[in-house]
């Protein structure tokens, strides 16, 4: 990895330029997945940083026009994860065009999802936490320092979602694939905690409204330890 990143880090503007945009906002994608929920050889990598300084340097030369939505919101990751880690130009910071463009790409993806989360197992796991006695904040959209990230349920400070059957609950989630492992993150940074209940698991507890409260009490518990 490390090799990789100085290899990229050294081509010539001439060799720059046969990148596609999208391109471009793949590699800074992969890098902010990585950086955010992979080992910690590649947050800590010199090179890796420098790779990505150059990524953002290269994606700002292409203009607002080159890059489509898919990459806006790429991009806006990827400016999360540089400002949070405070990577050296701060991502996109200096390119107010192309970074407002990313955020409201970033807004609309939002608001699509907070539509797409109301509904199924996460009302199920709402109401045993009501049951529980907690107050709970459906499909919130949450911000700190720069950041945004949508959380499914919003639990006294804590985030949480439901995961496919082959997700686990882990923090780094290391076992999720890289689009879920960085919105996990994220909401963990900005909610402080995030928490990934398996569909797997919640499917055991279908019809035990007793299981389920007693289920969501505990993580709870652990994620407030």
Request: hydrophobic share 45%.
């Amino acid at each position: 990895m490390e090799g990789l990143a100085e290899f990229v880090s050294k081509q010539s503007e001439q060799q720059w330029g046969k990148w596609k945009e999208q391109e471009l906002s793949n590699s800074l994608y992969a890098w902010a997945v990585l950086t955010a929920a992979g080992p910690p050889a590649a947050s800590a990598s010199p090179s890796f940083k420098v790779m990505a300084q150059q990524l953002f340097g290269q994606v700002s030369k292409r203009g607002i026009s080159a890059i489509l939505y898919l990459g806006l919101t790429q991009l806006y990751l990827g400016h999360q994860v540089a400002v949070y880690g405070k990577l050296p130009g701060g991502g996109l910071s200096a390119d107010a065009q192309l970074l407002g463009k990313a955020v409201a790409a970033n807004e609309a993806y939002l608001n699509e999802l907070q539509r797409r989360m109301k509904g199924g197992e996460i009302n199920e796991v709402a109401a045993a936490l009501q049951l529980a006695g907690y107050e709970i904040q459906m499909a919130q959209a949450v911000e700190k320092d720069g950041l945004k990230e949508v959380a499914p349920l919003l639990v006294q400070g804590v985030a949480l979602r439901v995961g496919d059957i082959d997700e686990y609950f882990r923090s780094p989630p290391d076992l999720l694939s890289g689009g879920k492992q960085i919105h996990v993150v994220l909401a963990g940074w900005v909610c402080g905690s995030s928490i990934v209940i398996s569909m797997a698991d919640w499917a055991g507890l279908k019809g035990n409204p007793q299981q389920q409260q007693a289920y969501v009490a505990q993580r709870m518990q652990e994620a407030l330890a």
